[in-house]
């Protein structure tokens, strides 16, 4: 036999592995052909590697070929092999031919790359430590394997794009590529080149067409149901039966809230939202919302929890914006702070405090780091060369200066962006450049100005190194965050400019420096610490602490530079043991609609507005989470919004919890507003473990702080109830005999004590909600506050629950439609019906070929305005008139005419 | 067609009486068994496959080396190329590739009927059922494969019978 291999083919190194992982290749001949040779004659387009058999037959399929090696060996696949192969040909290799073409064609880097990849990674990764096998198919090395590993080196031999959390990955990856036969097809393949070693064959291929409508969606990924042991149910049973007694003491509530010794002290701090813009749903769910849902979820079990937060007030934007409305700085700030607490009050966020970055603690702990700083010779002095403005008397910083644009020529470009051409400017670039405070017409002068410069290099840079070295393994950084990190150490550090020619800001507290103050970023994220000052005098304990504090802090993504890289450099290089970050959480972005949300153009819900829609601020709540964009961008839709609270909400959820008939109305109706006795039978045991299965899973997820996923728990939870009840139909039992009316008893106790667990774990998301469930239940009051990781019967035969009522409403689609309209996006579709004309013709060849002459132009028209992003209801106007000359052209050649669809297409 | 509804036709062709539930996953509906004892499958030529074994007849794998890799290289065609692509261009591409290579066989592997012609008929059904006259001819290997494949005995079933008599008008005068 033959095979036909190409230089940087891809396909060639599982090939090879798995030809001298099955059997030696004395009877193998290889002949290299071009990427763009032909050789299997039937195939119309190139493929390689390609195995030509005795007998004639062509092989054309990477994982025929080496399926085609193992059994020659004798070792014939089980399903669970071909499950992992069926799996790679659909899902892996269009991930990864798209990331390879990207990175060895387009050369992108990073995100751009692994974004692609990384839910198959994820996948594998999970599966291999959810069975707890070295191997993809169990104990023991399968094909599988050869073709994963195959598949998956190229990209993974660079360490950048083995995602560090990925553990079980990365040891099976390592396993399998010191293995002999995989050694030698990588270093045949790739020449010790890397990844590019692809390139002569990559460049020959066309574009792989990303998977279309997978970049953003909002649905998690399916869980299958795990089977059940014997022991695990028992252990389910014995943990219920224990009920409130294993309830430890409720911790006594602290204020101010201290470190304590041995106990677990968790710090949360989302990212300080700036002062002077009203936060929209994407700003809330990145940081505030997220670290709420984590913060009350480490209160549920019982963590010493701190819980801060607060407005960035200094910088340009301040000042410029007091100018506008007239006031003083300090005025638009405590204007601002109030609308913020207002919105997250509104949003029921749980800080223990919520402070701002103007006050003198700020000043008096960010000149401690600064004077830290400077004496251990980590500031560098050097002058910039900048604008001055005489009459002012200052120095003017990027946004206080206003020109003509070089570059179009504009008049009003600003000293840092052209608002007509959009390209990015240098003051000093600027034609006739104005002093934008005083618009005075004097001219400006350059002058040379003084700033300090935070000198990340040398030392400070191997010391961040080492301290991401002990704190990035095993801890819950989310991957976004790894990857930005790392890739700012890779590009290497450059001093960084921490001084400013404002007034807004903390004073530098050195001579010659008296008209600068400190640059936001060097001093913002110093306001975690100047708000928990302002919170209590023993502050220290929490931030100079950092055996004992584990610190989790919140962030959209854009902001992990300042938080992993530019803070823990000041901190380190001040040498006063600083509490730095264990967990950093970034989330991706939140679009809105179609679009990206936008203040000036008024798209998208403000924080404001979110109160004025008349929906409850907890399904405002449950909507975020529930696409919290975790791992992927994500999309905030109003349709979407109505459907998951009709459905999730509504009809699970709310349906099995006490709409009627259901588990908190039974109790009521049926049995007088007491528990009823319960009977477990051997399904209602299974149930119990398979509820203290998810649970187990919630409080996994949530320790990693995959708040999303958790989520979906909480309803897998309540669907197994609503499943629960359906099948044993308690309504029609409580008529029955006397064995059928215990029967509904155990039913309903059992629904009953589920619907107060859900309470329990619904507490971090909806807390407005769980606070009214638990008080139709009437919960005991530490059942309310705990959550262990065994489901336990917190309302036991007898206990007295109190009235009922349902807890969601139905949201309507014209009340979602109008609400749409009111804040732009995306626009109603309404796309006017083609009339549809039915000709009965016999046509001819001549007619045929003119029809199709006619499709193919209008093709082009359409194609054309596509690419040119034309307008919508143009686009689809052309698109009409293509469909309809398509179904003239299908009547011509006498095709059958279209059956509705579904019906014949079965 | 639907995954599921695909896969409890194969189940009645292989004769297996106690038909499976199946649910999907995903987007592209996938989809998954859960078996009796043990963990559940995903995707349809897996299950398919396990489904083959589980009537015992296991020669609809394949039954050398040479065929079973066959047998699963088109049934990865089937999930990868016929499902992954159906712009109408692609179609032609992939119909004219099959003509080609089905002009010396009467089945997939050849001379014996498997899985993969099974599958393949499946998948390609929505697809042939649209063709005109004049492309059924221009297809002819894959019509007559096709045609051959829906009269084999508990294939078809209630799917469609595709006609593929050639009318007066196209004798065999060329």
């Given at each position: 036999m033959r095979l036909f291999v190409s230089e940087g083919?891809?396909?060639c190194l599982p090939v090879l592995a798995a030809a001298g992982r099955a059997r030696g290749r004395a009877e193998l001949l290889i002949s290299t052909v071009g990427?763009?040779?032909?050789?299997?004659?039937?195939?119309t387009r190139p493929k390689v590697p390609v195995l030509q058999l005795d007998?004639?037959?062509?092989?054309?399929?990477t994982s025929a070929i080496c399926r085609y090696f193992f059994l020659l060996s004798g070792w014939e696949q089980d399903d669970l092999t071909n499950q992992w192969l069926e799996w790679e040909a659909t899902e892996l290799q269009p991930a990864l031919s798209a990331a390879l073409y990207y990175l060895v064609v387009q050369g992108k880097k990073g995100e751009d790359v692994l974004g692609s990849v990384r839910r198959a990674l994820t996948h594998i990764d999970h599966s291999l430590s959810r069975q707890n096998c070295p191997f993809l198919a169990g104990e023991t090395e399968s094909l599988a394997d050869i073709v994963l590993w195959g598949a998956l080196y190229p990209l993974l031999?660079?360490?950048?794009?083995?995602?560090?959390?990925l553990s079980a990955l990365h040891s099976w990856f390592q396993t399998l590529s010191t293995q002999e036969p995989c050694q030698r097809a990588a270093e045949t393949v790739l020449k010790q080149q890397?990844?590019?070693?692809?390139q002569p064959y990559l460049q020959k291929q066309p574009q792989p067409s990303p998977?279309?409508?997978?970049?953003?969606?909002n649905e998690p990924e399916e869980e299958e149901l795990a089977t059940l042991s014997e022991e695990e149910i028992a252990m389910a049973v014995t943990a219920w039966e224990k009920g409130l007694e294993s309830l430890p003491p409720l911790r006594p509530q602290q204020n101010p809230v201290l470190p304590v010794t041995g106990e677990r002290n968790v710090l949360i701090t989302s990212a300080l939202p700036y002062v002077n813009n009203v936060p929209h749903l994407g700003n809330i769910i990145g940081c505030v919302l997220s670290a709420d849902v984590f913060a009350r979820y480490s209160r549920l079990r019982q963590w010493n929890t701190l819980y801060l937060c607060g407005t960035d007030e200094y910088g340009t934007a301040t000042e410029t914006k007091a100018m506008e409305e007239g006031l003083t700085p300090q005025e638009i700030c405590d204007k601002y702070h109030i609308i913020h607490a207002d919105i997250y009050r509104w949003f029921n966020i749980s800080f223990d405090t919520f402070g701002r970055t103007t006050t003198p603690q700020q000043t008096k702990i960010t000149q401690d780091i600064f004077q830290r700083l400077l004496t251990r010779g980590f500031v560098l002095q050097d002058t910039v060369e900048q604008l001055r403005c005489e009459h002012c008397a200052r120095f003017l910083a990027d946004r206080f200066v206003e020109g003509v644009?070089?570059?179009?020529?504009?008049?009003?470009?600003?000293g840092d962006q052209?608002?007509?051409?959009?390209k990015l400017i240098?003051?000093?670039?600027?034609?006739r450049p104005q002093c934008?405070?005083?618009?005075?017409v004097c001219p400006l002068y350059l002058s040379f100005s003084l700033h300090l410069f935070l000198?990340?290099?040398s030392q400070l840079e191997k010391r961040l190194e080492e301290w991401l070295g002990r704190t990035?393994?095993?801890?819950?950084?989310t991957p976004n965050a790894r990857f930005i990190t790392r890739s700012w150490l890779r590009d290497g550090l450059k001093p960084r400019c921490i001084?400013?020619?404002?007034?807004?800001?903390t004073p530098v507290?050195?001579?010659?420096?008296?008209?600068k103050v400190f640059y936001v970023w060097f001093d913002a994220t110093i306001g975690y610490l100047s708000i928990t000052a302002n919170y209590t005098d023993q502050w220290e304990r929490w931030w100079k602490n950092p055996e004992q504090v584990d610190l989790y802090q919140f962030m959209a993504k854009d902001n992990v530079p300042f938080h992993g890289i530019v803070f823990p450099c000041s901190a380190l290089g001040a040498e006063d043991n600083y509490t730095l970050v264990s967990h950093l959480i970034a989330t991706e972005y939140l679009n809105y609609e179609d679009g990206k949300f936008s203040k000036s153009r008024g798209v998208g819900v403000f924080g404001d507005m979110a109160q004025d829609t008349g929906i409850p601020a907890d399904i405002w709540r449950f909507y975020l989470l529930y696409i919290r964009p975790e791992g992927q961008d994500s999309a905030f839709s109003w349709t979407d919004l109505l459907l998951k609270n009709n459905s999730?909400?509504?009809?699970n959820l709310g349906n099995f919890i006490?709409?009627?008939?259901r588990a908190g109305m039974f109790v009521s109706k049926f049995f007088g507003g007491y528990v009823p006795e319960m009977v477990l039978t051997p399904d209602d045991q299974r149930l119990l473990a398979h509820v203290t299965l998810e649970l187990q899973h919630y409080h996994q997820l949530l320790e990693k702080v995959r708040i999303r996923d958790a989520l979906r728990s909480i309803l897998t939870i309540s669907r197994h109830g609503n499943q629960y009840i359906q099948v044993n139909e308690p309504w029609k039992r409580i008529k029955g005999s006397e064995a059928d009316r215990q029967r509904a008893g155990t039913v309903t106790g059992l629904a009953v004590n589920i619907a107060a667990l859900l309470s329990v774990m619904l507490q971090p998301y909806m807390p407005t909600v769980s606070a009214t469930i638990q008080a139709q239940l009437q919960l005991p009051p530490p059942a309310c506050s705990i959550l262990l990781t065994n489901f336990l019967c917190?309302?036991?035969?007898?206990h007295q629950i109190g009235t009922v009522s349902p807890l969601f409403q139905k949201l309507e689609n014209d009340q979602i439609e109008s609400l749409r309209q009111r804040f732009?996006?995306?626009?109603?579709k309404t796309s006017p019906k083609p009339a549809v004309i039915e000709t009965v013709t016999t046509a001819g060849p001549q007619q045929i070929q003119a029809l199709m002459d006619e499709v193919t132009k209008q093709g082009n028209i359409v194609r054309e305005l596509k690419a040119q992003k034309a307008d919508k209801n143009h686009v689809a106007a052309e698109v009409v008139k293509l469909l309809d000359l398509k179904k003239q052209l299908a009547v011509a050649e006498g095709k059958p005419p279209e059956a509705p669809k579904g019906k014949k297409k079965k | 067609m639907a995954a599921a509804a695909e896969l409890s036709l194969l189940e009645k062709s292989l004769g297996l009486s106690k038909g499976n539930k199946y649910s999907a996953q995903g987007e592209r509906q996938i989809p998954v068994l859960q078996t009796n004892n043990g963990p559940s499958l995903t995707g349809l030529t897996t299950i398919a496959a396990h489904l083959v074994k589980q009537a015992n007849k296991e020669y609809l794998l394949g039954s050398t080396a040479e065929e079973k890799a066959i047998v699963q290289q088109w049934l990865e065609y089937r999930v990868t190329q016929i499902d992954g692509h159906s712009s109408k261009k692609d179609i032609h591409t992939l119909l004219k590739d099959l003509n080609s290579y089905l002009?010396?066989?009467?089945?997939l592997t050849g001379y014996n009927f498997t899985l993969a012609d099974i599958l393949l008929y499946y998948g390609l059904h929505r697809f042939i059922v649209d063709l005109t006259v004049q492309e059924k001819e221009k297809y002819l290997n894959v019509s007559r494969w096709f045609c051959h494949i829906q009269h084999?005995?508990?294939?078809?079933?209630?799917l469609s019978s595709v006609v593929f008599i050639k009318n007066r008008l196209y004798t065999n005068s060329h």
């Amino acid at each position: 036999m033959r095979l036909f291999v190409s230089e940087g083919a891809p396909g060639c190194l599982p090939v090879l592995a798995a030809a001298g992982r099955a059997r030696g290749r004395a009877e193998l001949l290889i002949s290299t052909v071009g990427p763009e040779d032909c050789v299997v004659p039937f195939l119309t387009r190139p493929k390689v590697p390609v195995l030509q058999l005795d007998s004639g037959n062509y092989l054309f399929s990477t994982s025929a070929i080496c399926r085609y090696f193992f059994l020659l060996s004798g070792w014939e696949q089980d399903d669970l092999t071909n499950q992992w192969l069926e799996w790679e040909a659909t899902e892996l290799q269009p991930a990864l031919s798209a990331a390879l073409y990207y990175l060895v064609v387009q050369g992108k880097k990073g995100e751009d790359v692994l974004g692609s990849v990384r839910r198959a990674l994820t996948h594998i990764d999970h599966s291999l430590s959810r069975q707890n096998c070295p191997f993809l198919a169990g104990e023991t090395e399968s094909l599988a394997d050869i073709v994963l590993w195959g598949a998956l080196y190229p990209l993974l031999q660079d360490p950048a794009y083995l995602p560090e959390e990925l553990s079980a990955l990365h040891s099976w990856f390592q396993t399998l590529s010191t293995q002999e036969p995989c050694q030698r097809a990588a270093e045949t393949v790739l020449k010790q080149q890397g990844v590019l070693a692809l390139q002569p064959y990559l460049q020959k291929q066309p574009q792989p067409s990303p998977a279309e409508g997978r970049a953003v969606t909002n649905e998690p990924e399916e869980e299958e149901l795990a089977t059940l042991s014997e022991e695990e149910i028992a252990m389910a049973v014995t943990a219920w039966e224990k009920g409130l007694e294993s309830l430890p003491p409720l911790r006594p509530q602290q204020n101010p809230v201290l470190p304590v010794t041995g106990e677990r002290n968790v710090l949360i701090t989302s990212a300080l939202p700036y002062v002077n813009n009203v936060p929209h749903l994407g700003n809330i769910i990145g940081c505030v919302l997220s670290a709420d849902v984590f913060a009350r979820y480490s209160r549920l079990r019982q963590w010493n929890t701190l819980y801060l937060c607060g407005t960035d007030e200094y910088g340009t934007a301040t000042e410029t914006k007091a100018m506008e409305e007239g006031l003083t700085p300090q005025e638009i700030c405590d204007k601002y702070h109030i609308i913020h607490a207002d919105i997250y009050r509104w949003f029921n966020i749980s800080f223990d405090t919520f402070g701002r970055t103007t006050t003198p603690q700020q000043t008096k702990i960010t000149q401690d780091i600064f004077q830290r700083l400077l004496t251990r010779g980590f500031v560098l002095q050097d002058t910039v060369e900048q604008l001055r403005c005489e009459h002012c008397a200052r120095f003017l910083a990027d946004r206080f200066v206003e020109g003509v644009c070089p570059f179009c020529g504009y008049e009003e470009a600003r000293g840092d962006q052209c608002d007509k051409c959009g390209k990015l400017i240098n003051a000093v670039e600027l034609k006739r450049p104005q002093c934008n405070l005083c618009l005075s017409v004097c001219p400006l002068y350059l002058s040379f100005s003084l700033h300090l410069f935070l000198n990340l290099l040398s030392q400070l840079e191997k010391r961040l190194e080492e301290w991401l070295g002990r704190t990035l393994p095993g801890s819950d950084w989310t991957p976004n965050a790894r990857f930005i990190t790392r890739s700012w150490l890779r590009d290497g550090l450059k001093p960084r400019c921490i001084t400013r020619d404002l007034k807004w800001g903390t004073p530098v507290p050195l001579e010659g420096f008296e008209d600068k103050v400190f640059y936001v970023w060097f001093d913002a994220t110093i306001g975690y610490l100047s708000i928990t000052a302002n919170y209590t005098d023993q502050w220290e304990r929490w931030w100079k602490n950092p055996e004992q504090v584990d610190l989790y802090q919140f962030m959209a993504k854009d902001n992990v530079p300042f938080h992993g890289i530019v803070f823990p450099c000041s901190a380190l290089g001040a040498e006063d043991n600083y509490t730095l970050v264990s967990h950093l959480i970034a989330t991706e972005y939140l679009n809105y609609e179609d679009g990206k949300f936008s203040k000036s153009r008024g798209v998208g819900v403000f924080g404001d507005m979110a109160q004025d829609t008349g929906i409850p601020a907890d399904i405002w709540r449950f909507y975020l989470l529930y696409i919290r964009p975790e791992g992927q961008d994500s999309a905030f839709s109003w349709t979407d919004l109505l459907l998951k609270n009709n459905s999730e909400l509504l009809n699970n959820l709310g349906n099995f919890i006490n709409s009627q008939p259901r588990a908190g109305m039974f109790v009521s109706k049926f049995f007088g507003g007491y528990v009823p006795e319960m009977v477990l039978t051997p399904d209602d045991q299974r149930l119990l473990a398979h509820v203290t299965l998810e649970l187990q899973h919630y409080h996994q997820l949530l320790e990693k702080v995959r708040i999303r996923d958790a989520l979906r728990s909480i309803l897998t939870i309540s669907r197994h109830g609503n499943q629960y009840i359906q099948v044993n139909e308690p309504w029609k039992r409580i008529k029955g005999s006397e064995a059928d009316r215990q029967r509904a008893g155990t039913v309903t106790g059992l629904a009953v004590n589920i619907a107060a667990l859900l309470s329990v774990m619904l507490q971090p998301y909806m807390p407005t909600v769980s606070a009214t469930i638990q008080a139709q239940l009437q919960l005991p009051p530490p059942a309310c506050s705990i959550l262990l990781t065994n489901f336990l019967c917190t309302l036991p035969a007898g206990h007295q629950i109190g009235t009922v009522s349902p807890l969601f409403q139905k949201l309507e689609n014209d009340q979602i439609e109008s609400l749409r309209q009111r804040f732009g996006g995306g626009q109603a579709k309404t796309s006017p019906k083609p009339a549809v004309i039915e000709t009965v013709t016999t046509a001819g060849p001549q007619q045929i070929q003119a029809l199709m002459d006619e499709v193919t132009k209008q093709g082009n028209i359409v194609r054309e305005l596509k690419a040119q992003k034309a307008d919508k209801n143009h686009v689809a106007a052309e698109v009409v008139k293509l469909l309809d000359l398509k179904k003239q052209l299908a009547v011509a050649e006498g095709k059958p005419p279209e059956a509705p669809k579904g019906k014949k297409k079965k | 067609m639907a995954a599921a509804a695909e896969l409890s036709l194969l189940e009645k062709s292989l004769g297996l009486s106690k038909g499976n539930k199946y649910s999907a996953q995903g987007e592209r509906q996938i989809p998954v068994l859960q078996t009796n004892n043990g963990p559940s499958l995903t995707g349809l030529t897996t299950i398919a496959a396990h489904l083959v074994k589980q009537a015992n007849k296991e020669y609809l794998l394949g039954s050398t080396a040479e065929e079973k890799a066959i047998v699963q290289q088109w049934l990865e065609y089937r999930v990868t190329q016929i499902d992954g692509h159906s712009s109408k261009k692609d179609i032609h591409t992939l119909l004219k590739d099959l003509n080609s290579y089905l002009e010396d066989k009467v089945y997939l592997t050849g001379y014996n009927f498997t899985l993969a012609d099974i599958l393949l008929y499946y998948g390609l059904h929505r697809f042939i059922v649209d063709l005109t006259v004049q492309e059924k001819e221009k297809y002819l290997n894959v019509s007559r494969w096709f045609c051959h494949i829906q009269h084999y005995p508990g294939i078809r079933q209630h799917l469609s019978s595709v006609v593929f008599i050639k009318n007066r008008l196209y004798t065999n005068s060329h």
